[in-house]
Nanobody, 126 residues
């Protein structure tokens, strides 16, 4: 089992920055991909950015050039640096992990299911 805990959300004005963090815990051996999704009121959850173990990031077109995703593999932590925030970035941001390998009493277990954090609110005022 993997637990994800996000932090760093808050209320900022347009043009300002925020940095989100997400720490994964559990008997983790490795995580293939970690990422960030967001869900605004009345809208579907959308992927914002993701990064693999090899370090290859990808971004939604709406955040390219403004957001940067990074991860500390040793700490099982992923970050999202958000610059030049816009009111349309307002949403609950969720951390995601997929392709996890954990150590169990029966040996290593690799799962391709999604794990999610509880979400952190980001509000950008105009």
């Amino acid at each position: 089992q993997v637990q994800l805990v996000e932090s760093g959300g808050g209320l900022v004005q347009a043009g300002e920055s925020l940095r989100l963090s997400c720490a994964a815990s559990g008997s983790i051996f490795s995580i293939n991909t970690m990422g960030w999704y967001r869900q605004a009121p009345g809208k579907q959850r959308e992927r914002v950015a993701a990064i693999t173990t090899g370090g290859s990031p990808n971004y939604a077109d709406s955040v390219k050039g403004r957001f940067t995703i990074s991860r500390d593999i040793a700490k099982n932590t992923v970050y999202l640096q958000m610059n030049s925030l816009k009111p349309e970035d307002t949403a609950v941001y969720y951390c995601n992990a997929v392709g996890t390998t954990t150590q169990t009493t029966s040996g290593r277990l690799t799962q391709h299911r999604d794990y999610w954090g509880q979400g952190t609110q980001v509000t950008v005022s105009s």
